[in-house]
Each structure stands twice: as structure tokens, then as C-alpha cells.
DNA sequence: TTGACATGTAACTGTTTAGTTACATATAGT
DNA sequence: ACTATATGTAACTAAACAGTTACATGTCAA
């Protein structure tokens, strides 16, 4: 689970998920396109290596291309996990805020 | 929302927001005493710093000493604005496994 | 089989990060 | 006022990280 949150720290790897959530099967060439001005086809073969490494991205090997493909189960991992439990502290503050709205204290003037 | 992935990609930083969760109002000396073997003081103080500034953690001050408490509202931020559209590509992954399974390629062998 | 293309590996660099130690400040209680 | 307690600040270190450049490997196509 460690990795999985690591690999998702960074946004250049955050924004390679959006783009093979939008078009899957994209080989690293496609995928560097949109950074090739702002950094090497090096770098972006890093990062696409510690998205594999967190099981966030899976691979498929066609000839000489390498082809990507978003795995969403790990995301879904950290929602049911980790994220479920702290929307209901939200849920908590939330209702906490409307009682304290629809009654008010002993005595208390309403609205004041 | 970057300042909150990042804050999530430490161990003992997601241990100390569960610590939360599970008693608010927690001094830092409170939130210190677990890691005491571990780690000092002052590495506790800057994780909550890191948690503070990505308002992962709000603080009440009274006389010298320092209550800390969760704000789940960036965790509900990044499963509304974020986790929630990679959920479809799951359930599309899903969809498809299904009618795969249910209805055979034309021709084909059922369960071959 | 040669050349072009797609990807991989390795060594290096600058910056960030998680931690440390030492010292400083502020409040509570006697 | 003095002392103990609770937290803060600063300077430093080692390791991790994001990026680079140079070179290597493997596959397609003429």
C-alpha cells in the first residue's frame, strides 16, 4: 500500500494515470509526447516503472512496443481501506454540526 | 491537493492522522509517546507541520499545550475529485469481464 | 544485413526529505 | 522568582528522489 501512495506523491505520475485512463494501451513513446519539452523519455520511463512497481499501470509487449494500461484495483484499494474510514469522520462532523444547528443549547437564544 | 498526496506518502504520517481518528485532541506529546522508541520529539513536530500545512490537521491551542485534531475534508476532497473517476474505469473493467461471461464470442465454446 | 526505431541500463547530479542534536521560548505550579 | 513542562527553531546529515547524459539492446523493414 506504501508504494501505491509514493507513486501517486508525484504529479507528473498522477497526470500519466489521467492520460491512460483517457486512451489505455499507449507505449512509452505516446506517453512521453506530452512532456517532451519538459523532460527526457528517460525520466518518463521512470516513473512508468514505479507505477508497474505499485501495480498501478500494467504492461503488455508487442514486438519492440510496450504497451500501458491503467489497473485501477490498487486506487480502489486505497478508497475501500483507507479512504472509507475517514469519510465517516466526516460524516460525524457533519452530523455533529447539523444537531448542534436544528438544537440548540438549554436556554440559549436561537439564531443569535 | 498535491501538499495532501504528499503528506499521505509517509507511513508514519498516515499512522498519526489514524491516531487521530481514533482520539482527537491529542497534544503532541500524546501523539509523540508511540514513536518515543523511535523517533524524537521534534520528527513527530515536523510531520505535523507537513499535516498542518496540508490541512490534513487543525489545532486548538490552550495555555502551552497543543491539540491536535483530523479534518477529513481533504481526504473527502481527493476521493470526490479524484478517486471517484477511476472507480468508472474499474466498473467498466468490471462490465466487461461480465458480458464477456455471459455472452460467449459467436461460435465459440462455452467454458472451453 | 544494415539502418532506423522503440525501449532499457547505468552512472552521475542537484534537490528534497526524514531524521538528528542543541538550544530557545513560553506557560504552569509552588 | 524558580523550576519543570510543553512546544518551537535552527543547523546539520544521510538517504531517497527526480532528473540528466551516454551508451546498450532488441525488433522491424528494406
Redesign the interface.
Known sequence: M?AV??A??D?TR?SI?DRL?AQGGQTLGELWAPYAKSMSRQAVMKHLTILEEAHLVTVVWSGREKHHY?N??P??S??SR??R???R??MD?LSALKSALEEPPLKGKRNA
Open positions: 506504501d501512495f509514493k501517486l506523491a504529479e498522477r494515470l485512463y491503467l485501477p484495483v486506487i480502489h486505497i478508497q483507507w479512504i474510514k475517514f469519510e469522520a466526516r462532523a
